[in-house]
């Protein structure tokens, strides 16, 4: 809305800033143009000046110069001389149908129209009046009178047709404006809602028609897209989640019996041991598949998550405490370096729990001869993400394995390496901290040893999605 | 404890193996009234005919599911159900749990864990009141008895405030491990109970003012520096 608001009024001040450019342009060309031809050179009023300074009584006899006779001659114009009573004294050319004597009301006539239908100019002499007259029909002479009041108050009219002008233009442009904003306003939102990835259906008709049928087009591919990308991860997932499904009872019976082995006194020692690790080796078994299920529900963004406001702090402590309890050898040592415990982040508590959890197993697991394990949180400076370090003194990871370890296992790019564990641990961490919109960062320095994970987190994503 | 081993259960579970496997441990841990289904019409029909106590029911039948078996088992017996599902998801467990069963256990299992988790709730709906019993045990020279909240030694009586009987409810249930400070502030006051931390080191110290013979150098309920509290019970003494 606030982008139609723009462009409409920088659509007026354009059109306001054309049309003024218009009106003076058109000044201009009324100049330049039309009023250029108005009179040719020499204006006839110059050239009966002329006629009048260059007559000269010389010996009884008018004459004229000859630069004069020719000035007479180009504009194929007569001349003549009256003295005070309306006599010719002098003339030139003069045609035949012209009267040599004239009255008042003759020279008062014709002073101001024609005489004859001669269009005549008249100036001054010191004997007399002298008379240019041109050939019929190439002078139109007309009167022209104005009010006094008219001429002092002709500024304010001009300045109101400016206005008046300003003003037209200004309600022509909104009117078009909004005419045209109306027609784009729709294509305006199809454009948006495509960039949010939601379907569009805009009316075809009107001067846009083609532009709303390419917004459409374009919104019909891109849900088409979304819908068979989703149709596969969905039938991904549910692949996996099948094939879990279906390895569970199977190995609930070697779970079962397996145990039932173990436990049966009337077997000897060496074949319980042996029954024992075929249990140890199914509870493995069963941990992958389910871990292999969420990995893949994560992956392609169909784990549920159950959101409420999560204290990392907590969490950690809670995954230490864990690994105390549940008999963590003597040459591990934890160590909790936790601050701004209070802020809470919006996080599936389950889900965090195992990343932090995963994590501190990888630790431990990839150290067999014992580390130094330090976790730590805190806020960072703009108080926008909230940081969570697992950082252990151990073997680390070589560089060149670093950026792979979050894909997943089994994929082209990650090749299998010699590991304890079934290697879905760090990508699980990876995709639990994507799926809270924040990221896993692993780096290993070989000058400082050991491995460190960084997983940070959005603060409070309620605040974005409003909640 | 002996009746329970004379309950009558019924497995419902489309794998003949499953049902066998299940039967047998069920009959080694000594119950001989066991009964089995394939479906859920055989189960419905055994159910009417048989009348079992509880019953673990598998999730996907051949004939339907289980959560509308279960439905269908509701409108005329509240006898207990156990789950046993292949199907692991947090959602399908709270149906499960939510249509009223009392427990939902994912295959793959353990035999142990199954008999545990059943006799807990046969427990739980068959046996008498009286005999769920008084949690009373023994510190050195004390004798804790949480459910009246009084410590007991030679001497005399001491009552337990609410908030120390919470605190000693939460530790006894995890005894052995530590708890972290955050899950007993939880267990105490609630939810939303950050910064209660010093005031939960007030209550511990009134309470090994209560059980511990010397409250500064505490024997039974240790401190994890940084991390929380242990309470050690030495069932011997």
């Not at chain 1, 606030?2 to 007026?12: A, M, P, Q, T, Y």
């Not at chain 1, 045209?180 to 939601?198: C, F, T």
Request: aromatic letters at 8%; glycine letters at 6%.
């Amino acid at each position: 809305m606030e982008g139609i608001v723009r462009i409409l009024r920088r659509f007026v001040a354009t059109t306001i800033i054309v049309s003024l450019f218009l009106l003076i342009f058109n000044f201009i060309l009324l100049g330049s143009l039309v009023f250029k031809e108005i009179n040719q050179k020499p204006s006839p009023e110059g050239v009966v000046k002329e006629v009048a300074e260059s007559v000269v009584m010389e010996e009884d006899n008018y004459i004229i110069g000859e630069q004069v006779v020719k000035l007479l001659q180009d504009n194929q114009a007569w001349a003549m001389l009256l003295d005070d009573n309306g006599h010719v004294q002098w003339d030139y050319h003069l045609p035949i149908d012209v009267p040599r004597s004239y009255n008042m009301i003759d020279v008062a006539k014709f002073s101001r129209y024609y005489l004859m239908d001669y269009p005549v100019y008249i100036w001054v002499h010191k004997d007399g009046l002298v008379v240019v007259g041109y050939p019929k029909d190439s002078y139109g002479k007309y009167q022209l009178n104005f009010l006094s009041d008219w001429v002092r108050t002709l500024p304010l009219r001009l300045l109101w047709l400016l206005l008046l002008n300003v003003t037209v233009a200004l309600l022509v442009s909104i009117v078009i404006g909004t005419r045209l904003i109306r027609g784009i306003r729709p294509l305006v939102a199809g454009v948006h809602s495509l960039a949010k990835n939601e379907a569009v259906q805009l009316n075809t008709k009107g001067i846009f028609g083609d532009l709303a049928q390419s917004i459409n087009a374009g919104s019909a591919i891109l849900q088409d897209k979304t819908t068979a990308l989703k149709t596969r991860d969905e039938a991904r997932s549910n692949w996996i989640a099948g094939i879990s499904h279906d390895i569970r009872t199977p190995l609930s019976m070697v779970l079962g019996y397996s145990s039932e082995m173990e436990d049966n006194s009337d077997l000897p020692k060496e074949q319980r041991y042996q029954a024992g690790i075929i249990r140890r080796q199914g509870e493995k078994l069963r941990s992958l598949v389910s871990d292999l299920n969420l990995v893949s529900m994560l992956e392609y963004e169909m784990q549920p998550l159950h959101l409420k406001c999560v204290r990392l702090s907590v969490l950690a402590r809670q995954v230490v405490v864990d690994f105390f309890n549940n008999g963590l050898g003597n040459h591990y040592d934890i160590e909790l370096v936790l601050t701004d415990e209070a802020v809470g982040i919006n996080g599936d508590e389950k889900l965090l729990l195992r990343a932090i959890n995963n994590l501190v197993q990888n630790s431990v697991r990839h150290n067999p001869q014992g580390c130094k394990i330090i976790l730590e949180t805190f806020l960072d400076k703009d108080r926008a993400q909230y940081h969570l370090i697992v950082r252990d003194n151990g073997r680390g990871i070589p560089q060149e394995q670093l950026s792979r370890i979050t894909e997943l296992p089994y994929s082209l790019n990650r090749r299998r390496s010699i590991q304890q564990g079934h290697g879905l641990g760090l990508p699980m961490v990876a995709r639990i901290a994507h799926a809270h919109h924040g990221r896993l960062n692993l780096s290993s320095d070989p000058d400082k040893k050991g491995l460190e994970a960084v997983l940070e987190f959005p603060l409070q994503l309620k605040n974005k999605t409003g909640e | 404890m002996e009746n329970l081993k004379d309950k009558k259960i019924l497995i419902v579970d489309d794998e003949p193996e499953i049902r066998l496997m299940i039967e047998r441990f069920l009959r080694k841990e000594g119950f001989f009234r066991v009964f089995t289904a394939e479906d859920c019409a055989s189960a419905l029909s055994s159910c009417r005919r048989d009348k079992p106590d509880i019953a673990i029911l598998d999730v996907m039948l051949p004939d339907g599911d289980g959560f509308s078996l279960l439905s269908s088992i509701r409108q005329f017996s509240d006898m207990p159900v156990l789950f046993l599902s292949a199907c692991g998801e947090d959602e399908d467990r709270l149906l499960g749990l939510g249509l009223g069963a009392d427990d939902y256990i994912v295959k793959p299992f353990l035999p142990r864990e199954l008999v545990l988790r059943l006799m807990a709730v046969l427990r739980r709906v068959y046996s008498s009141p009286v005999t769920d019993h008084l949690t009373v045990f023994r510190l050195g020279e004390q004798t804790i008895d949480l459910d009246s909240a009084i410590v007991r030694n030679n001497q005399q009586e001491l009552p337990l405030t609410a908030k120390e009987h919470d605190i000693l409810v939460k530790l006894y249930e995890n005894q052995g491990r530590i708890v972290t400070s955050d899950a007993l502030c939880q267990a105490v006051w609630g939810d939303d109970s950050y910064g209660y931390e010093n005031t939960l080191m007030v209550h511990i110290r009134r309470v090994r003012e209560k059980i511990e013979s010397d409250p500064s150098n505490p024997i039974h309920l240790l401190t994890v520096r940084g991390l929380g509290y242990k309470l050690l019970v030495k069932e011997n003494q």
